[in-house]
Nanobody, 115 residues
Framework: QVKLVESGGGLVQPGGNLTLSCAASRLTFRLYAMAWYRRGPGKQRELVAKISASGNIDYGDSAKDRFTISRDNAKSTVTLQMNSLKPEDTAVYYC?????????WGKGISVTVST
């Protein structure tokens, strides 16, 4: 069974920084496109950032110029560095992996940005 486990969430103040990590197991990680999605209170799920197997990156509008996605194939991890956090970044963040129609999701991790 493929497993994706997020870590690094928590409570941060506006303007602060936070790094989320996703550890993958039981899949050939290097073949998968990886992504971070989020769902804020009363909102639909939205793309935060994605990175292809070859390293091509795309960001959602809310993350551009503030967040950075990266992957380490040797460690089977994908990381989301979040800077200059805003209250509207408050959400449950989900790790996603996809390879030729096979989709896998982590359980999600909470990020709260508040004074």
């Amino acid at each position: 069974q493929v497993k994706l486990v997020e870590s690094g969430g928590g409570l941060v103040q506006p303007g602060g920084n936070l790094t989320l990590s996703c550890a993958a197991s039981r899949l050939t990680f290097r073949l998968y496109a990886m992504a971070w999605y989020r769902r804020g209170p009363g909102k639909q799920r939205e793309l935060v950032a994605k990175i292809s197997a070859s390293g091509n990156i795309d960001y959602g509008d809310s993350a551009k110029d503030r967040f950075t996605i990266s992957r380490d194939n040797a460690k089977s991890t994908v990381t989301l560095q979040m800077n200059s956090l805003k209250p509207e970044d408050t959400a449950v963040y989900y790790c996603n992996g996809v390879y030729y129609g096979n989709y896998y999701w982590g359980k999600g991790i909470s990020v709260t940005v508040s004074t």
